[in-house]
């Protein structure tokens, strides 16, 4: 199982392959902010890959509308396959 790794708060979590960032988060109990329950419409779980990019999932036509960073995805709408490692601002 790929490993999720959240820098800046000590924490990992394994969880099975395509699941997504904020399950992954949700899951270790890291506070991630998404007041849409994880149907990318708030763009409230930007999350910024600081390794394992191509170990997630192309990002999703909402991912390609938003006004995101390079290297920040929707955690919502990230699946993971392999490892990597996230983080925000605001952690």
Request: aromatic share 4%; with cysteine.
């Amino acid at each position: 199982m790929p490993r999720v790794t959240f820098q800046r708060r000590d924490r990992s979590e394994e969880i099975e392959s395509g699941g997504s960032l904020l399950r992954a988060a949700e899951t270790a109990g890291v506070p991630l902010a998404s007041s849409c329950r994880g149907r990318g419409v708030c763009d409230a779980c930007r999350v910024s890959v600081v390794v394992g990019e191509e170990n997630l999932s192309a990002p999703s036509a909402r991912e390609e509308t938003a006004a995101l960073e390079p290297r920040e995805r929707l955690a919502c709408q990230a699946y993971v396959r392999g490892p990597v490692t996230i983080t925000t601002a605001y952690w």
